[in-house]
């Protein structure tokens, strides 16, 4: 099988595909829970709740600040990380209308 083709698909599957496969590793779930707990995040604090190193939390906050599911903040020596409510309300509602869009059907297979 080729290279995917994106073109192929609407703005709205590339984005909730990019958006989900930035979110698709267990330590950046762990990363948004504690940010979503506090309400925002410097690095070090997740560097000792999470017992990963700094350079693995520092490419995961990397990964999900590309697509925009976080923002930063530098303060001082610290970045300071919350959530990005736009885009968090834009992944809600598409997971939102995707799993709801499934009909029950006790007959399919």
């Given at each position: 099988m080729g290279l995917t083709k994106t073109e192929m698909f609407t703005s709205e599957q590339n984005q909730l595909a990019q958006l989900l496969k930035a979110m698709a590793h267990p330590a950046r779930i762990?990363?948004?829970?504690?940010?979503?707990?506090?309400?925002?995040?410097?690095c070090g604090d997740l560097v000792e709740e999470l017992g990963l190193a700094q350079a693995t939390i520092s490419q995961h906050l990397r990964e999900l600040k590309?697509?925009?599911?976080?923002?930063?903040t530098i303060e001082g020596v610290s970045v300071c990380y919350c959530i990005n409510p736009?885009?968090?309300?834009?992944?809600?509602a598409q997971i939102g209308a995707f799993l709801g869009s499934y009909k029950l059907e006790a007959s399919c297979c």
């Open positions: 762990a990363i948004l829970q504690r940010i979503l707990v506090f309400n925002t995040c410097i590309s697509v925009g599911i976080i923002q930063g736009e885009t968090w309300k834009l992944l809600e």
